[in-house]
């Protein structure tokens, strides 16, 4: 579940292994793009952390954050077991 906390969304998802983490990345940056919305984000090993705020609305969490989020959520939805 995303988390509002210091002016940006915030989450983070575990896999299996890196490499079903970096599919997962690779999925997110094409529907970034698309969006023109692009995350804040780490991965380590088999996790991947986002920071969602919106930089050119003085970073605070706008619509758009909340859009990506959703789409973020959808993609991880194909990674459950």
Known sequence: ???????????????EDFTEA????TAVAIIAEKQNHHPEWT???????????????GSIVTQ??????????KVFEKYKK
């Open 1 to 15: 579940m995303w988390q509002e906390k210091e002016k940006a969304l915030h989450r983070t998802f575990e896999f």
């Open 22 to 25: 970096f599919s997962f990345m």
């Open 43 to 57: 991965n380590v090993w088999n996790s991947v952390s986002f920071k969602l705020n919106t930089h050119d609305a």
């Open 64 to 73: 758009k954050d909340w859009d990506l989020a959703k789409a973020i959520d």
